[in-house]
């Protein structure tokens, strides 16, 4: 693989940044300063240090998110584009949202290239659980919770049994296994509410990182890669 796009394509530097820190000496491939960055290198067992920071490249790029509101989830080159928060050179690499958020939703998003993954996650016959917290008016009495946790009818399908802890009368936390369209707003209006305010904390292991402001990222750590399902069954 070329050295620039080996860096490039870990998020660290775009190609042309790469170019100025080569021609400085500022990039080592195992401990030489290489000035082309053109070079081609082994990405499986190159130790490449850029700027005195040390590159480390994958096949597959895996990214939390927390998303903020007004951003749409889509890998169309728009100004609301959630992509427009991460590095350009993450669209290049074919990174897209895994599952979708709408744009006044707002938490932890996983943008990945990792097809595979995305599939395990998101596949309805898989049930992986999805956790948010929500505010709503007009607050929901007990009978209305029970009806959400039992299932309700939305639009002439009746979704799944839910998990839904209230911490009062107008918010609490649902944990769902599905992931219609809208489908938790249009639960709320099933049973006479609406939701004013829906925040995703947790999807499959992945807990959103509390450290993470409205629109930042970060990169999986090693320990919440190896937690996801498609990791989980290439190690048995």
């Known amino acids: 693989m070329r050295l620039d796009k080996y860096i490039s394509q870990t998020g660290t530097a775009s190609r042309k940044e790469c170019a100025r820190a080569a021609r400085a000496g500022l990039i080592l491939v195992n401990g030489i300063a290489v000035r082309d960055v053109s070079a081609h290198i082994d990405e499986n067992s190159a130790e490449v240090v850029f700027c005195g920071k040390t590159v480390l490249w994958r096949r597959y790029t895996y990214v939390m998110l927390h998303k903020p509101a007004g951003v749409v989830c889509t890998t ?78 939305i639009d002439g399908y009746l979704t799944k049994p839910a998990r839904v802890e209230a911490q009062s009368p107008d918010r609490g936390r649902i944990a769902v296994t599905e992931g219609k369209y809208h489908q938790i707003k249009r639960m709320f209006a099933a049973v006479g509410s609406k939701i004013v305010f829906l925040k995703r904390e947790q999807f499959g292991p992945l807990v959103l990182d509390p450290s993470l402001a409205e629109g930042t990222w970060r990169y999986l750590t090693d320990a919440e890669i190896a937690s996801l399902p498609y990791m989980q069954n290439l190690s048995e």
Not at 79 to 105: H, K, N, Q
Not at 131 to 139: R, S
């Open 76 to 153: 169309e080159d728009t100004p609301r584009s959630v992509m427009r928060l991460l590095p350009p050179e993450f669209a290049r690499r074919g990174m897209f949202p895994c599952g979708r958020l709408d744009a006044d939703t707002v938490g932890l998003l996983l943008i990945t290239n990792d097809g595979p993954l995305a599939h395990a996650l998101l596949s309805p016959r898989h049930h992986v659980e999805k956790v948010y917290t929500y505010i709503c008016d007009p607050p929901i009495t007990h009978r209305q919770l029970s009806q959400l946790e039992a299932g309700v009818d």
